[in-house]
C-alpha cells in the first residue's frame, strides 16, 4: 500500500469564481489537480459543510460585515459571507473536478457554534475530524494538500497536518490563497517554519 495520500481541500463552486466566497484563479486548479488525482493511490477530499445561519456568517452577527473579526469562546473568527450551505449548489464540487476516485470526504463546518478550517481540527484546535486516525490505520506517513485557499484552510490544514507527525507537502501550483490583510505572506511563514514542504511542479508520489 502506498503510504502517501493526497488532500484536495475544497474545491468547491463557492470558492471558485462566480461563487460567493470566490478565489481568484480558484478554477484554474482544477486541471492540475485532476493530474494529481491521478497520479495518488489514496485521494482524500474536504468539503466545507455549514447549516444555514452558520456563526461564522456575517449574517449571523448584527451589524458587522464579512471579513471583519469577532470574538468566539475559540478564539478571533473570520466572519465570511454565507457560502457552501449544506446541500446547495455553491457547496458541491467544481463540475470539473473528477473526484470519484476519493476514498473519503471529510466535512467540516457543519456544527453551529464553531468553523473549521482544517481538515484534522476543528477551529478550537482540539475537537478532531478523525482523518489523523484514519491516514494511521491505513499507513499512510506523507501527504500531499492542495486546493483552496492557500492562506486558510490548505495552510490549517498543512500546519496540523505536521503537528500530527505526517510529513507534508503542498503543492503552491495547485493552490490558490484570498491574501486577506498579508495572510499569504504571514502563512507560508508559518507553515516554513513548522517545516512544511512549499512546491511548485510535478512531484512523484512514494
Known amino acids: ?8 481541500v475544497d474545491l468547491q463552486n463557492d470558492f471558485c469564481p462566480g461563487g460567493a466566497l470566490a478565489v481568484a484563479g480558484g478554477h484554474q ?23 444555514a ?24 473568527q473570520t466572519l ?10 455553491g457547496a458541491d464540487f467544481h463540475p470539473d473536478f473528477r473526484h470519484d476516485k476519493a476514498e473519503l470526504i ?3 463546518g457543519f456544527r453551529h457554534a464553531i468553523d473549521s478550517y482544517s481538515a484534522f481540527f476543528e477551529n ?28 486558510f484552510c490548505v495552510a490549517y490544514s498543512a500546519l496540523d497536518s505536521v503537528g ?16 486577506l490583510g498579508g495572510s499569504m505572506a504571514a502563512m507560508t511563514s508559518e507553515m516554513q517554519a513548522a517545516g512544511v514542504k512549499l512546491v511548485e511542479g510535478q512531484l512523484t508520489p512514494t
Not at 500500500?1 to 484536495?8: C, K, T
Not at 486548479?29 to 493511490?41: H, M, T
Not at 465570511?80 to 449548489?89: A, L, Y
Open 164 to 179: 500530527r507527525g505526517f510529513v507534508t507537502t503542498i503543492r503552491l501550483d495547485a493552490c490558490r490563497g484570498i491574501d
Open 106 to 108: 471529510i466535512r467540516k
Open 29 to 51: 486548479i482544477v486541471p492540475i489537480i485532476n493530474r494529481l488525482v491521478d497520479d495518488f493511490e489514496h485521494v482524500i477530499l474536504t468539503q466545507d459543510w455549514h447549516p
Open 53 to 76: 445561519h452558520h456563526s461564522s456568517f456575517a449574517s449571523s452577527h448584527p451589524g458587522r460585515s464579512p471579513f471583519e473579526t469577532v470574538e468566539m469562546p475559540y478564539g478571533p
Open 124 to 151: 478550537d484546535h482540539r475537537t478532531p475530524t478523525g482523518l489523523a486516525g484514519y491516514l494511521r490505520e491505513r499507513g499512510i506517513r506523507s501527504v500531499t494538500i492542495a486546493g483552496l485557499a492557500t492562506d
Open 80 to 89: 465570511w459571507p454565507d457560502h457552501c450551505v449544506q446541500g446547495s449548489h
Open 1 to 8: 500500500m502506498a503510504s502517501e495520500a493526497l488532500i484536495v
